[in-house]
């Protein structure tokens, strides 16, 4: 592994998600191997989870972390090539993301899109430009398409669960929204699932609305549909998300009523257990009854996520030396 912006960067997603399970029994055993290694985390937008499971993973492993809130604490970066910046933009993204890479040996990234042009986010031309010009291993700390800590996490955490002799079906169901959110989260998700079913780790269904299909090349191998009930039918995993059209590009479009999780709607499943990346949005995108009730993975999951970046830190680490 010499990046993780994506599932193809893995060769072995099963090995991965054991090196996760076992860094968890045993999370200082590789101090030695980020001694005198620095981690970068570039932020140009918010986050919880993603920033303190990764200044923690790297502190694990013996690394020194810097954290550059590049949104409000930078210069406003320029992406065009050819412009002249005579403009708001202070500093273009080769020199900048080239200078990091002068002080880190791994940088992390997170890079939302702008939900405007379709094609511009799923061109990823930040994020690239940021790999091409920085010179050491990158991280995605989530870019405009995808969040692979993230799934990396969540199926570490299904992993982790499953007690069943069979595979077990894994739902990814859309929740309702106020706001119109990207599809980074459930591409992931979605790309991670596929990559399991072809290794007969499990069933994977996803559910959502018309007009809410995600793009398809992040969900080949699902069953797809707009019908909850038979989607959640002997369900033993629900993956929780909302997420905005690709099809009508970052709209919220109308959608039918009931399609917030509730424990009404469990009853149908095999008890199934309730997954959700975080932030969430109680009682609109997700019941507070299940929520806070039994079913709920929610924050193992999030914790998981300390695990998921320790194994890729350690992995891009034996790389390095
Ligand atoms: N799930 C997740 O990435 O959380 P943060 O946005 O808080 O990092």
Redesign the pocket.
């Known amino acids: 592994m010499n990046q993780f912006t994506s599932v193809n960067d893995v060769e072995d997603i099963s090995q991965l998600v054991k090196d996760a399970l076992a860094l968890k029994s045993n999370p200082y055993a590789d101090q030695q191997l980020g001694k005198n290694k620095t981690l970068g985390l570039v932020f140009l937008n ?6 303190l499971s990764t200044q923690k993973a790297a502190i694990n492993l013996g690394m020194s972390v810097m954290v550059m809130n590049m949104d409000k604490e930078g210069w406003a970066l320029e992406t065009e090539d050819g412009v002249v910046m005579n403009g708001s933009t202070v500093e273009h993204i080769r020199e900048a993301a080239a200078v990091m890479g002068q002080y880190c040996d791994i940088l992390g990234l997170r890079s939302f899109p702008k939900l405007v042009s379709r094609e511009e986010d799923y061109n990823e031309d930040f994020f690239n430009k940021f790999i091409q010009y920085c010179g050491v291993p990158v991280v995605s700390l ?1 870019s405009a398409t995808r ?1 692979p800590l ?1 799934s990396l996490a969540d199926l570490v955490t299904i992993r982790e669960t499953w007690k069943g002799e069979a595979k077990p079906k894994v739902v990814l169901a859309w929740a309702p929204h106020i706001k119109a959110l990207p599809q980074a989260v459930p591409n992931s998700f979605a790309e991670w699932m596929c990559k399991a079913q072809q290794e007969d780790m499990l069933d994977f269904t996803i559910v959502q609305p018309a007009g809410y299909e995600l793009a398809e090349d992040f969900t080949s191998g699902a069953h797809i549909t707009h019908n909850l009930q038979e989607a959640l039918e002997g369900a033993d995993y629900i993956y929780v998300k909302n997420w905005s059209s690709y099809k009508e590009y970052g709209k919220i479009l109308p959608y039918p009523e009931g399609w917030m999780l509730n424990n009404e709607l469990l009853k149908g499943t095999n008890q199934a257990r309730v997954m959700h ?3 969430v949005r109680r009682d609109l995108e997700l019941s507070s009854e299940v929520l806070d009730g039994p079913n709920s993975l929610v924050i193992q999951e999030a914790g998981n996520r300390l695990w998921a970046a320790q194994a890729v830190l350690k992995g891009l680490l034996q790389k390095l030396s």
């Open positions: 918010p986050s919880l989870r993603t920033r989530e969040h993230q990346c975080l932030p």
